[in-house]
């Protein structure tokens, strides 16, 4: 090893790292790659909840989804509301003053509004799920029953 490599590793060697340099950060690991999302992510609004409604596929426009999507009470976003989403709306959907995206418009819909459509449709979910269950143990025979209840017990050898 040639005498002026030695001495520089020598004085690398006696250089300490400080402190404030020696972060988390810096030692932190990349992050590994993901495809990046189709539909642009609105910035949160308090009491509101957000979803990409569908108003055309395959260039046909449908405006029955749409109708149903209003009464049940999702609110079109404007896009001077959303000035971080210009970017990412379609160009041929900028006379609207809608948020557009490949067909898809940007609503949002009051918390509680939504939280009780979902409990809603769990609930009714649940009552399917439930007739589906009666329906199919109303023809089950005691001889030979379609579900066999099986007990285990695990025991452990006594050391």
Request: hydrophobic share 30%.
């Amino acid at each position: 090893m040639p005498v002026n490599s030695l001495n520089w590793s020598k004085k690398m060697a006696n250089q300490k790292i400080s402190r404030e340099l020696n972060t988390r950060e810096m030692s932190k690991r990349s992050e590994p790659w993901k495809p990046a999302n189709t539909l642009p992510v609105p910035q949160t609004e308090d009491g509101y909840s957000f979803r990409w409604i569908r108003k055309s596929i395959l260039g046909v426009s449908d405006p029955t989804n749409v109708s149903k999507k209003r009464r049940e009470g999702w609110e079109f976003c404007r896009a001077e509301d959303h000035k971080d989403l210009l970017m990412s709306i379609d160009p041929d959907a900028t006379n609207s003053g809608l948020i557009e995206v490949g067909g898809l418009i940007l609503c949002k819909i009051p918390t509680e509004v939504k939280e009780s459509r979902d409990d809603y449709y769990k609930d009714n979910n649940r009552k399917q799920l439930e007739s589906v269950d009666n329906n199919w143990m109303r023809e089950s025979d005691p001889r030979m029953s379609k579900f066999s209840e099986k007990n285990t017990k695990v025991s452990f050898g006594k050391g």
